[in-house]
């Protein structure tokens, strides 16, 4: 594919060339007065181009045009073959669609390809911007990938989570409010054989991104190992699963995943789901801080954003709510929760009561005229707190059913200033 490319140019050339040398020699027979013999004048001035024709016939100002022209010409030609030759750009294919899918546990990813037909290269690293209609950039995703080889021949798919951050932001500013925002993905890597960097970047607008015909957007794990570039060329929507999408993503709640919740002081709380269906319910945490004789101050469940961190702050900006479900049992009274930003800043410290009946609880994200809403674009963490409290028998359950934040509707996202 190389070698036509380059035989493509070379002959674009050439055909430009005497394109040029038959104008010039039509235009200075007119000025001479003499049309005879214009197609040998157009070789001959060709021949004198490329280093062997004579011109002594001419005046000194056509040899020196023709002459400078030559090397002109002459010196692009071989810049861009040796461009072409060693520069691999073109060995290394992005999918033009970004598919989107859900796993089994209900969570919708995002996924782009690409592929390697040269030589291996190293250092891959993606990162994605977008910008409006006007053109403005209205947020970034960062370094969202980054991987140390891709080897030679190979195809790979990277899979971006769309819940709780930039993605999720940008492709439900595309779809709830039809602004037409671009995703820019750019792809940075060093060629492992000639040491050069490259970047491609591919646009992608909200008509390449959609629910994929596919199960997990182009493969699946358990897919034929012997891809074919081809093969993913024209996957088509599935219609019915890009509404049920669309619908989800236009929803204004944000969900958060309790199954990941870690424990701290483990010793002392133990965490465990509840399942329906296969679709995480309940977060049940039972707390005892006799078990052991050295008793914390606290336990804990924590929900870390730790890579990356997320950015909550198109929320604070539609005066949205964090609203959790907690139940109980009279051996833990009441929690508190606390969200905090990478700095361990608290943003929101709130004592709930805990019951055996289950009750929802709602807080405005930024409550406090002191907090800059501009830290809720770097949250960290999630923290259910039960602290040890003397009085108290130190051991019984609460249950978080839901913790989500329920999104306002008073600031569009991706408003240019």
């Known amino acids: 594919m190389k070698i036509r490319k380059i035989l493509r140019t070379i002959i674009i050339f050439i055909v430009a060339m005497v394109l040029i040398c038959f104008l010039l020699s039509i235009i200075l027979s007119a000025v001479t007065g003499n049309s005879e013999g214009i197609l040998k004048t157009t ?15 001419d005046s000194l100002i056509v040899q020196d045009l023709f002459g400078v022209f030559g090397i002109v010409t002459i010196s692009i ?28 546990k209900g969570k919708y990813y995002a996924s782009v390809l690409i ?3 040269g030589k291996n290269i190293c250092k891959l690293e993606l990162s994605i911007t977008a910008y409006d209609e006007r053109k ?10 980054t991987y140390p080889l891709l080897i030679k021949n190979g195809i790979w798919k990277i899979n971006l989570p769309i819940e709780g951050g930039f ?31 490259s970047i491609i970047v591919k646009e992608y607008s909200p008509e390449t991104i959609f629910v994929s015909s596919v199960r997990e957007g182009f493969y699946s794990l ?29 929803r204004n709640i944000v969900s ?3 199954s990941k919740a870690k424990p701290i002081n483990k010793e002392h709380i133990k965490l ?37 961190y997320q950015d909550w702050s198109s929320y604070i900006s539609r005066e949205s709510d964090f609203q959790i479900e907690v139940s109980g049992d009279c051996g833990i009274p009441e929690i508190q929760l606390e969200i905090k930003d990478r700095s361990g800043a608290k943003l929101v410290d709130e004592k709930i009561t805990v019951t055996q009946n289950v009750a929802i609880h709602s807080f405005k994200l930024n409550n406090s005229t002191e907090i800059n809403p501009e830290c809720f674009s770097e949250i960290k963490e999630i923290c259910f707190t039960a602290f040890n409290t003397p009085g108290d028998t130190g051991k019984g359950r609460f249950n978080i059913h839901s913790c989500q934040i329920l999104i306002g509707d008073k600031e569009k996202f991706c408003v240019a200033e």
Request: aromatic letters at 12%; proline letters at 3%.
């Open 43 to 57: 070789l001959n001035y060709l021949l004198y181009i490329i280093g062997y024709g004579s011109l002594m016939h």
């Open 77 to 104: 030609l071989s810049a861009y073959t040796t461009v072409n030759l060693f520069w691999r750009v073109d060995d290394v294919l992005i999918s033009n669609n970004m598919m989107i899918w859900k796993n089994p």
């Open 115 to 117: 592929g390697n037909k």
């Open 136 to 145: 403005n950039p209205v947020g970034d995703l960062g370094k969202a990938f």
């Open 167 to 197: 993605l999720f932001d940008v492709l439900r500013t595309m779809r709830k409010e039809r602004r037409d925002c671009r995703l820019y993905a750019t792809f940075e890597y060093v060629d492992s054989e000639t040491g050069q960097s």
């Open 222 to 250: 358990d897919a034929d190992k012997k891809l074919r570039w081809k093969q993913f060329k024209n996957i088509d929507k599935l219609l019915q699963e890009d509404n049920i999408f669309n619908d989800w993503i236009c």
């Open 256 to 258: 958060f995943d309790l």
């Open 272 to 308: 465990g789901c509840a399942e329906m269906d296969g679709m995480i319910c309940v977060l049940q945490a039972d707390v005892d801080f006799g078990s052991t004789n050295n008793q914390p101050d606290f336990v804990m469940a924590l929900l870390d954003f730790n890579s990356p």
